[in-house]
């Protein structure tokens, strides 16, 4: 008896830690790392950051979600980190380097203007649903999802080549710790959201 309560006076800290940390990660936060140049030059290849699992979703958010079926060239337990341009209902279009949501130019503060106007393209929601014959063909992005793109437009494989971001693939919002990058890359990451 004295060594079963030896044995449970360790093992129950353990299991109600392991149950601790696994309620965290699954409902609150979670640590990832980027990977890949898509999102800089805010968020560099292989910087970590925490992603909160609670908040909303607004328009310039930077989220990150599972891209396995939503970019069929992604495998399973493929995570992508973008920004939401286009929320449900919204109709968004491309023009010469500006990105109009609901026939409004939105702040694009967070990249030059070089990279706004190299990589973005022209393009309506209905011109790139032709031309990647996705499902949904319309004008704006459907309910329950969202219109995403990385902030590097010449290298970011996003929502212009194969759609949307269904809601429950996202896994949080991201938010970058105040030791790593610069303020600008921080505010540009955790303030942008309106």
């Known amino acids: 008896m004295k060594i079963l309560r030896s044995i449970l006076s360790w093992v129950v800290p353990i299991l109600v830690a392991l149950v601790v940390v696994l309620v965290v990660r699954t409902y609150l936060f979670e640590v990832v790392k980027v990977s890949g140049g898509s999102m800089e030059p805010n968020l560099a290849d292989k910087e970590r950051m925490g992603v909160i699992k609670p908040l909303k979703l607004k328009r310039l958010s930077v989220i990150v979600f599972d891209a396995y079926g939503e970019d069929p060239t992604a495998a399973p337990n493929t995570n992508y980190v973008k920004r939401v341009i286009g929320l449900p209902g919204d109709k968004v279009v491309s023009k010469n380097g500006y990105i109009y949501v609901n026939n409004r130019p939105i702040k694009q503060s967070f990249i030059s203007q070089a990279e706004r106007t190299t990589g973005t393209g022209n393009w309506t929601l209905g011109s790139l649903a032709k031309a990647g014959n996705w499902k949904y063909q319309g004008n704006t992005v459907p309910a329950n999802h969202y219109f ?47």
């Open 148 to 194: 995403v793109l990385g902030d590097h437009r010449s290298i970011s494989e996003d929502g212009r080549a194969w759609g949307y971001v269904a809601a429950d693939k996202v896994m949080g919002v991201v938010k970058i710790p105040f030791w790593q990058g610069t303020k600008t890359h921080r505010v540009n990451v955790n303030d942008m959201a309106s």
